[in-house]
Structure formats: C-alpha cells, structure tokens
C-alpha cells in the first residue's frame, strides 16, 4: 500500500498500486501477535474548538495484537480513534497534537494519501452502517472506488469476505435482498466484511458489539478473535469481561481536569488483575466508572 500522493515533488511517486486479493480462509489458533508496535502515539492531545478532549496520550499499538480501551464515557476513547483514520479532519474546530506514526509514516504529514491510510485502517461504528443498498452492492462499492470493477474479481472477494464473518452460508441465496434487512449482528458482520474486503492492516472498531443482542455480540466477539494475527485490532469496549476475554493489551482512560488522559496501558491481564494505578483498580473492579 502507497501512502504517500503522487505529487510534483515527488516525481518517484507512482499511483496507489492494486494489490491482489489472497485474503483467503482467517487464520485460527493460538494468537500470533508480535510485540512489534505498528502504530506509535507521542503526547497525542485534541481539542475540539476551545474544549480539550485528550491530554497528552501516549501509547504503542502491537502488530497483530488485540488492544482494547476501557473507560468511562467521555474520556475521549472514541476521539482517540477517530485520529488514527483521520477523521477527525472532517470536525470543524477539531485541532490535533502530538505525533503519531503508522508504519513508519507521520500520520499528519501532509502528504499523505488519506484515502489510502482509511483503505490501511478500516473503522467499524458502534451501530452497523450498512448502505442502503443490497448486500452485494454493500461490498463492491468500495471496491469499485478503489478501482476493482471486473465482475469475477468482486464476486471473489464478496465470497471470500463474506466466508470470513461467517455470513456466506446465510446469505448466499439472498446476495441482492437489502442489507438493512439483515439482523443487527448480521449487519454488524457484513460491515466488518466490507471493511475486509479492502485488504486493511489495522481495524478500529468503536463498541462494536454494544448496539447487538447477546448472541449476536457472541458471535461477532468470536470473529474479532479470529482477526488476531491477521490485522492488528483495536477496540473500544464497555463490556470489561470482553475486553478480559480478547484483548492482548488494554488501556484504560479517564478524564482528568476535562480532558480525556490515559491512566494506564500494559498486557490485558496486568490491567485486569494487578493494575499499578488505584484508578484502574478501583474501575476495573467496578468501584469507579
Ligand atoms: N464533534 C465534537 N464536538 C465537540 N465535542 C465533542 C465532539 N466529539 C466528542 N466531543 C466531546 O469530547 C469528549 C470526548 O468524547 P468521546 O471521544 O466521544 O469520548 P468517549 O468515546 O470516551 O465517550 C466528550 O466530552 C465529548 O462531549
Ligand atoms: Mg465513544
């Protein structure tokens, strides 16, 4: 994946190249993440016009691994996300500082394709956003917009997606019904397809069970666990015994003097069972939050 556009002053620059789909079948088994960070954030603060949202955040994101942020509403969790596609971009009055660095790359230099950093980091809302389209045209479209348009092409990766989440056995006969006819958790796991589809490295996914039925979040719960290894996840949970059950690295924040800051961030299993701050103890353990 190219990052960078194709500008006059860098002529080496070619256009974003089209990789091959080769997703195939997710990988199962034992988690597979590498303590290897991929995505490095440095004193990362957001204000949204006068109103500060973060403080000074810093914290890295494993390759690979499952990092899931904890905390209270407010604390900024879903601003903190929101920075790492770039959408923030899109608020009037949103300023970002700090340093955050993707693979490498300044997530805030200007040169940067942000189209295609959205294509390397893929976002899931909290509430399925399905387009009001069929389920076929839900996958092909970004697709299309990224240049893939021969039919045999898209009707593989719809396949090989859809197999992914677990969707193809239930939907197969029912590709062009309305995907807002799909159950909330099936809806939920057809936008994760849609995000897979475009090949991402990094998902973002901002309480994406929280808005599903128990099952339903069970199963979708199941499919992050499957992502592991494959695409570096990270999730923002209110659910603490989900975040216990799937998470390699947790961070938990908390809003101090107004803004969102992070109290504590380490391995999942040190933030739940012997957290070094009496704030995370005290939420961890249900006193606080
Ligand atoms: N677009 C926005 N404009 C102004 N304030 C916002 C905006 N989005 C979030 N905020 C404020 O920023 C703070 C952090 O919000 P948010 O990131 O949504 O927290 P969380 O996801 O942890 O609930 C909150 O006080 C919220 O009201
Ligand atoms: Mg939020």
Redesign the pocket.
Known sequence: MRLFKKTADTPADKPITQTAYTLGPLQSGPPCCVPEPLIRVEKLSLH?GA?P?LNEVSLDIYKGCITALI?P???????FLSVLNRLTDM?PG?RVSGRVVYDNLDLHNPKLDVQALRRDIGMIFQKPTPFPLSIRRNIELPLREHGISKAADLNDVLQRVLQDVGLWDEIKDRLEAPAQALSGGQQQRLCIARALALQPKVLLMDEPCSALDPISSGVVEDLIQRLRGQYTVII?THNLAQARRIANYAGF?WVRERA?CLIEFGQCKQIFDNPAHELTAAYVHGRRG
């Open positions: 949204y109103k949202a905390g509403s407010g604390c900024g969790k879903t601003s608020i949103c923002v924040f969102g």
